[in-house]
């Protein structure tokens, strides 16, 4: 009778803890509860063990909210990463083109700035060598001038011996700063041939 109730106290109280920590260990479920049987020290430690259930119960449903929150938090940083990525990568090839179209402005401005020094250049040679050979246009049409007027004078007989000798004097004179002038285009020119290469 003693063992009996002894039984009934004691062991059926712990036998009924020990089912129910079996229980949580073996599904990992926190919401299962031991029924109080007394209000002794056994319905005591009844009443303490489903209160820890519920402690590790509410730790545990508080893990799993961080853990979600966790998780959320982790795949919306992964879809930011994708769109910074995505907006870092139109980015680049936006500023590669660009500097592209820079370079290639470079080059056309380049080039037009050898154009415009050769065009100078070239204007500038051209009004060298226009003055020499003004000079010498100007010269031999002055002499073929006072051909002419010779000319005229012997057919008509009127030519005398100063009109021949001042003729003279005006070829000589003529053809000296032709001669100078066209020496001085070819110099120019040479000179530009050598700017040339």
């Known amino acids: 009778i003693i063992s009996s109730k002894f039984q009934q106290i004691l062991i059926k109280p712990i036998n009924k803890l020990i089912e129910t920590a079996v229980a949580v260990a073996k599904n990992n479920d ?26 590790v ?44 179209d820079l370079q290639s402005a470079q080059s056309q401005l380049v080039q037009s ?11 500038g040679v051209a009004h060298e060598i226009n003055t020499p050979i003004g000079i010498g246009v100007t010269a031999s049409s002055h002499l073929q001038q006072k051909l002419e007027e010779l000319q005229k004078q012997y057919k008509d007989g009127q030519m005398t011996r100063p009109d021949l000798e001042s003729y003279f004097i005006t070829a000589h004179e003529s053809g000296r700063i032709i001669f100078t002038n066209l020496n001085r285009a070819a110099e120019l020119i040479q000179g530009f041939k050598q700017v040339a290469v």
């Open 113 to 123: 700035e050898k154009m415009a020094s050769l065009g100078g250049l070239v204007a």
């Open 57 to 100: 119960q509410k730790h545990d449903s508080m893990r799993e909210n961080v853990e979600r929150k966790i998780r959320e938090l982790n795949e919306n940083l992964e879809i930011k990463v994708d769109e910074r990525t995505t907006q870092l990568e139109q980015t680049n090839k936006g500023l590669r083109n660009a500097l592209g």
């Open 30 to 55: 926190f919401s299962v509860r031991t029924a109080k049987i007394s209000d002794d020290e056994m319905g005591t430690l009844t009443d303490s063990f489903n209160s820890m259930l519920d402690t």
